[in-house]
């Protein structure tokens, strides 16, 4: 019956157990359908406490709806919810253990900022005397003491947003849902509130699972990054690791930009293995990748890690090279950005510092120029099926 979890075998259901027990916040194989479309996958994940976790990934990926089924908003069609080892699969929000923060503040415009902070203690009956000392704290956390007298209406978009979080964090829950909260601000205040939002975070020390679609929002605030797609987490690790180790196309292009190209394992030694290309031979570290010799493989490199120079000057010991020539050159104020053609007509990216400008020195739209880049910064990519 829709929103009935399935049954799942004895064996299984321990394992389940067992791993809800540890984590703050558990899904086990959680489906959601509408109609025949599919929003979330079998969808499995554990959130330790007091963790920063982001669900990032594009729109219609399946991260809203994976956090509203954690809140309560939305039933799984498929699977258990657990919090804090509890099944919680079919308790109602107010019944759970978490606040979400929209982007949307849903503030009371009649009611003043102390008022709107303190609306949900007042719903659970608690002591005036503590509500006020929690509000109180709470206020102080967001930086917004001096304005508990105001109404919304008086406060910027930023104010309001940590007003909302105030409110969240004033019934001291198990964990925070924040559902893109910082979408609707501009880019100052955006970056402002995400270091702000981190330490909040770490000074009250509960769960924070936050929704979004922009990388570097999630790279700068979360411990742990889940990439999700068409309803499934590609790659969950460090925003280090999904940066310099993805393991999907599609992560090493959702974060950030990647060169990558298809070849075939010629060999493999103690270390390294080489991939030929049709643009020359790349080593990757064998740690990397499980192919044998005669193997596709994908072998990707992010454009800040290469270096340019004129092909004339030869490849430099030690290094990958791949042969091209550019067909674009474009100041970006910190970087140059290059564009470069190799051979068999891939376009390749390269991001360069600017240490002097666009000088006569720099290389110029149809130059031949080498890519090099040191071979430890080669990773490895699934083949697409």
């Known amino acids: 019956m829709e929103g009935t979890p399935t049954a799942t075998p004895e064996g299984e259901r321990s394992d389940a157990a067992a791993a809800s027990g540890e984590a703050d916040i558990h899904l086990e194989r959680v489906t959601k359908r509408f109609g ?13 406490r007091g963790a920063f976790y982001a669900l990032l990934g594009p729109s219609g990926c399946g ?72 509000v109180g704290e709470a206020l102080e956390m967001v930086q917004l003491g001096q ?3 105001r109404k919304p209406g008086q406060l910027s978009g930023g104010q309001q947003q940590r007003v909302a979080l105030a409110r969240a964090l004033v019934n001291r829950p198990r964990a925070l849902l924040l559902d893109e909260p910082l979408g609707a601000l501009d880019l100052r205040l955006r970056k402002q509130l995400q270091i702000e939002l981190k330490g909040i975070q770490r000074e009250v020390g509960i769960t924070f699972v936050h929704v979004t679609h922009d990388q570097e929002e999630a790279m700068s605030m979360a411990d742990t990054i889940a990439v999700m797609n068409r309803g499934k987490i590609e790659q969950a690790g ?15 292009n959702f974060l950030g930009v990647s060169n990558l190209v298809d070849g075939k394992v010629l ?3 103690a270390e390294m293995a080489v991939v030929e290309t049709p643009d020359g031979t790349i080593r990757v570290p064998c740690s990397l990748m499980s192919e044998a010799p005669g193997d596709a493989v994908r072998v990707g490199v992010r454009p800040e890690k290469i270096e340019l120079v004129p092909a004339a000057d030869g490849v430099p010991a030690g290094r990958n090279a791949l042969r091209g020539r550019v067909t674009v050159a474009s100041f970006l104020g910190i970087s140059i950005q290059y564009v470069v053609t190799a ?7 390269v991001f360069a510092p600017n240490r002097d400008g666009m000088q006569p020195s720099t290389l110029g739209v149809g130059q031949e120029v080498l890519l090099t880049w040191d071979p430890q910064h080669t990773f490895v990519v699934a083949r697409d099926v």
């Open 36 to 48: 025949d479309a599919v929003a979330v996958d079998d969808l499995t994940l554990s959130i330790e």
């Open 63 to 134: 991260k809203t709806t994976t956090l509203r089924m954690i809140g309560g908003f939305e039933d799984p069609t498929e699977g258990i919810v657990y919090l804090g080892g509890q099944e919680v699969t079919n308790q109602p929000p107010y019944k759970r253990d978490v606040n979400t923060v929209f982007q949307s503040y849903a503030l009371f415009p009649h009611l003043n900022v102390e008022r709107n902070v303190a609306f949900g203690l007042e719903r659970k009956k608690v002591d005036k005397a503590e509500a006020t000392r929690r």
């Open 147 to 149: 304005l508990a007298k």
């Open 238 to 252: 460090t925003a280090e690791d999904l940066y310099e180790r993805p393991r999907t196309a599609f992560v090493a």
């Open 267 to 269: 060999e493999r030694g």
């Open 343 to 349: 051979p068999n007509g891939e376009e390749l990216t």
